[in-house]
């Protein structure tokens, strides 16, 4: 007799927003493939966000600009096909909906389509505003994303702490009005005061997830790579590292390559 499969309970955008209402804080975290996707749904977390930091953790590039509509699509559908839990949002890349609501309608449907992801996020607030209707129109769910917003990092000059000025502090908390005005069900904060993101939280009913935004927001998100401490080289404020994967994964190698060459690997038990 065959076991009885059990049913598991999709997150989706309206159980987010429920989370939010009650006060309930939100873990999200980038994947990028199927293995780890399966890793950190099998950990309960809630959202997984198929990051175009992809550019910069798995190609190994400076920016989020290089990253393709493609690419993007292949790991978005790796991820899904690993998490059957989560609510998995996928980052449109670069290039392919600034300033032109009809491509934007028509990346985010290409994403919808080819993946099976259940939600898109992009950057920016007023002057994206066409094109996240006409994606919220078609019946795609929009998370949007103010403060740091990597793919304008040319415009910016550096990856800094941004709206600390008034004026762009102003701006920011008018976006976020304006995102969930258009309907967006969650928004983003990247790098910005802690008090103004908690100003943003409290402004609206929307859930707000931070990265270096203080824990005045509903939810916060990391790079899973991050977290992990997969690497030596990224120490900013705002990061926990929850693991050295590094120091364990380089050990595990270095003794792998010291039995090989010993002609302790494989020994008999583990021949045919």
Request: hydrophobic share 45%; with cysteine.
């Amino acid at each position: 007799m065959s076991a009885i499969k059990k049913e598991v309970k999709r997150v989706t955008t309206k159980s987010v927003i429920e989370m939010k209402a009650k006060g309930e804080k939100i873990a999200m975290l980038t994947a990028y493939d199927y293995t780890f996707a399966k890793l950190l749904d099998s950990a309960g977390i809630e959202i997984l966000l198929v990051g175009d930091s992809a550019s910069n953790v798995m190609a190994g590039h400076d920016t989020t600009l290089p990253i393709t509509l493609d690419q993007m699509i292949y790991h978005a559908a790796s991820v899904v096909r690993g998490a059957e839990r989560a609510l998995i949002v996928v980052d449109l890349p670069f290039g392919t909906y600034q300033s032109n609501p009809q491509e934007a309608l028509h990346s985010a449907v290409r994403i919808m389509k080819e993946t099976g992801a259940h939600a898109i996020k992009l950057e920016g607030g007023k002057e994206e505003a066409e094109g996240i209707q006409r994606i919220i129109s078609a019946g795609i769910p929009v998370m949007g994303h103010l403060g740091l917003t990597p793919q304008s990092i040319h415009q910016f000059g550096s990856f800094g702490l941004r709206a600390k000025e008034e004026a762009e502090a102003k701006k920011l908390k008018e976006d976020a009005l304006l995102l969930e005005q258009l309907g967006c069900f969650a928004i983003v904060l990247e790098k910005i005061p802690a008090a103004l993101a908690a100003e943003v939280a409290q402004s609206v009913r929307i859930p707000t997830i931070g990265i270096g935004a203080g824990n005045g927001v509903d939810g916060q998100v990391l790079v899973m790579q991050d977290v992990l401490g997969m690497s030596n080289e990224f120490h900013p404020k705002f990061l926990r590292k929850y693991a050295n994967l590094h120091e364990t994964i380089t050990q595990a190698v270095a003794n792998y390559i010291q039995d090989v060459k010993s002609l302790d690997f494989p020994n008999e038990k583990e021949q045919y």
